[in-house]
């Protein structure tokens, strides 16, 4: 099985402990919400700071529209391998195919630089 048809770009390895802190930070010190229809509204509203999609979802259609919509609005997004992990560092107890920054509390700092790195990753 290739790539997702949603994931327009790898993210190395050692972008995904960073992508789950930054989501972690925000939800203990700013806000972060999750859901891909949350997600969705938030991004199309200009909410999200920062959105992150993870790689095993399916049916892949879920997220099929969130690159192309993030990349409009102008949010830098990333993946991570797992929505269970993506979940727990959301602070769900479940999965989510996605969740989104809006506030990144402590994790400013890491979240600017993630954002450069991922927008540089999709070639921009």
């Known amino acids: 099985m290739g790539r997702p048809?949603?994931?327009r770009f790898d993210t190395p390895?050692?972008?995904y402990d960073k992508v789950y802190q930054v989501v972690e930070a925000a939800r203990d010190?700013?806000?972060v919400r999750k859901g891909t229809n949350e997600v969705t509204k938030l991004v199309e509203r200009g909410e999200a700071l920062f959105v992150v999609m993870a790689e095993d979802v399916a049916p892949e259609e879920i997220l099929a529209h969130m690159p192309l919509l993030c990349e409009e609005r102008e949010v830098p997004y990333a993946y991570v391998p797992s929505k269970q992990e993506l979940?727990?560092?959301a602070g769900?107890?479940?999965s989510t195919?996605?969740?989104?920054v809006v506030d990144p509390g402590k994790g400013k700092p890491?979240?600017?630089e993630l954002s450069a790195k991922a927008?540089?990753?999709?070639g921009k």
């Open 29 to 31: 010190s700013g806000k």
């Open 13 to 15: 390895k050692e972008l």
């Open 97 to 100: 195919a996605s969740c989104c």
């Open 110 to 112: 890491l979240l600017k």
């Open 5 to 7: 048809i949603y994931v």
């Open 92 to 94: 769900l107890g479940k």
């Open 119 to 122: 927008t540089e990753l999709r």
């Open 87 to 89: 979940g727990v560092a």
